[in-house]
């Protein structure tokens, strides 16, 4: 099993809104990622996760906020938001001691109204 | 600093040529190179990586080369297929951050 699973595919919020982005894999990878990707652009690294412990924070606003609950599952919770974060977010995970590939899931496409 | 670029962004290239896709990149920090493919609508897909200690990489219709002494790396993929159509992705990996940084994208598109 080399699958990424993101849900939702889509999703639509308010400004007010409070959401969140799940992402899950059962590879047993120790590395899980956040990344925003606009329209014609390449995916821009948010959150990196090693070991469940946030290891880096790319100097991303507040008003997103990752969580790792456990090895298998990676949140991005969502508050406050504006229209130009709309959207594709884009969780990987990868194998933290070999530094293997990373797998990609499908992403889930956020517009901000 | 960590830039990765690419030299075009749109590439057409006739069913069954060769393919190459160019990257340069502006320091020599990260551990390895990695080749991204996206379809539309889909997540990048992993081609092939390179350490920064190698000159050339291999796969099934892909080779990978890196020269270091430019800075530039190239993905070329041999008897190009319609389902080669994508973006693709030049990417840095750092291995000691777990951090990998994409580079801009060229859109490759397949003549029939």
């Known amino acids: 099993d080399t699958e990424v699973t993101q849900t939702p595919k889509h999703l639509v919020m308010g400004m007010t809104n409070k959401k969140s982005l799940k992402c899950e894999q059962h590879?047993?990878?120790?590395?899980m990622y956040w990344y925003k990707q606009k329209a014609k652009k390449p995916p821009e690294l948010m959150f990196v996760?090693?070991?469940?412990?946030?290891?880096i924070n790319e100097s991303v606003p507040s008003r997103f906020s990752p969580e790792c609950p456990n090895s298998s599952l990676l949140n991005l919770h969502l508050h406050a938001l504006q229209p130009e974060d709309s959207a594709l977010y884009l969780c990987?995970?990868?194998?933290?001691?070999?530094?293997?590939?990373?797998?990609f899931g499908q992403g889930t496409r956020l517009t901000v109204v | 600093g960590e830039s990765v670029g690419l030299h075009l962004p749109t590439l057409s290239v006739q069913e069954g040529d060769n393919s190459i896709i160019n990257c340069a990149y502006s320091?020599?920090?990260?551990?390895?190179f990695i080749w991204y493919k996206q379809e539309s609508g889909k997540g990048p897909q992993f081609i092939i990586d390179?350490?920064?200690?190698?000159d050339k990489r291999q796969g099934q219709r892909v080779t990978v080369l890196l020269n270091k002494t430019v800075k530039h790396l190239s993905l070329q993929i041999a008897a190009t297929q319609p389902g080669d159509s994508a973006v693709y992705f030049c990417?840095?990996?750092?291995?000691?951050?777990?951090?990998?940084?994409f580079g801009s994208g060229t859109r490759l598109s397949i003549r029939p």
């Open positions: 990417a840095r990996g750092y291995s000691s951050a777990s951090k990998i940084i």
């Open positions: 320091n020599s920090a990260s551990d390895y």
């Open positions: 590879m047993g990878h120790r590395a």
């Open positions: 990987a995970s990868r194998n933290r001691a070999t530094n293997t590939e990373a797998f």
């Open positions: 996760y090693s070991y469940e412990k946030l290891s």
């Open positions: 390179i350490r920064s200690n190698m």
